[in-house]
T-cell receptor
């Protein structure tokens, strides 16, 4: 069974450009989470999608947005890129059951803003 | 764990020794705790979880200890192997709370010396 897949693995952009990151959850998972991991820091919650709807967002400006498609895959869009947006962006899908909640993470997209 | 900017706390151990990675959590009301392992170039991987009605839980070569009195969590790895080299994150939440409320620590780098 395939895990969470993200593309591209690396993305290089310049300030002011827009970036689109993609994620496919594990088959059968309907919830997708996006996290930002800046170098040397922990994971900061960005966005949560479930059943095609945005359920919650973290403390990030509106230029961070996304969507979830009918097949539960998701896109993260970052507009008007700034240097401090350089980070590893991780997508995760959620397994719930038997009093356990497990996030399964992809390998991430490394975004570099020059 | 405390944020240390770009410098992750590092634990260096000899292969075959036991490792203990510590984490101080922030919310006394948290009742669900998880340890994740993140290898270089990969997303975080679930290791083990524990609920607040327990103070110890064992997995394969790993043990998690919970001290609610001082809000402290630790991960013990027995007979540490080179493949254990990674960044380890603790995370806290309410069980049944929205997973987007999962709070990750900044991580500890475990370096296993051959």
């Amino acid at each position: 069974e395939a895990g969470v897949t993200q593309s591209p693995t690396h993305l290089i952009k310049t300030r002011g450009q827009q970036a689109t990151l993609r994620c496919s959850p594990i088959s059968g998972h309907t919830s997708v989470y996006w996290y930002q991991q800046a170098l040397g820091l922990g994971l900061q919650f960005l966005l949560w999608y479930d059943e095609g709807e945005e359920r919650n967002r973290g403390n990030f400006p509106p230029r961070f947005s996304g969507r979830q498609f009918p097949n539960y895959s998701s896109e993260l869009n970052v507009n008007a890129l700034e240097l401090e947006d350089s980070a590893l962006y991780l997508c995760a899908s959620l397994h719930q059951g038997n009093r356990v909640e497990k996030l399964f993470f992809g390998s991430g997209t490394q975004l570099s803003v020059l | 764990g405390e944020s240390v900017g770009l410098h992750l706390p590092t634990l260096s151990v000899q292969e075959g020794d036991n490792s203990i990675i510590n984490c101080a959590y922030s919310n006394s009301a948290s009742d669900y705790f998880i340890w994740y392992k993140q290898e270089s170039g990969k997303g975080p991987q679930f290791i083990i979880d524990i609920r607040s009605n327990m103070d110890k839980r064992q997995g394969q070569r790993v043990t998690v200890l919970l001290n609610k009195t001082v809000k402290h969590l630790s991960l013990q790895i027995a007979a540490t192997q080179p493949g254990d080299s990674a960044v380890y994150f603790c995370a806290e939440n309410f069980y049944g709370g929205a997973t987007n409320k999962l709070i990750f620590g900044t991580g500890t780098l475990l370096a296993v010396q051959p």
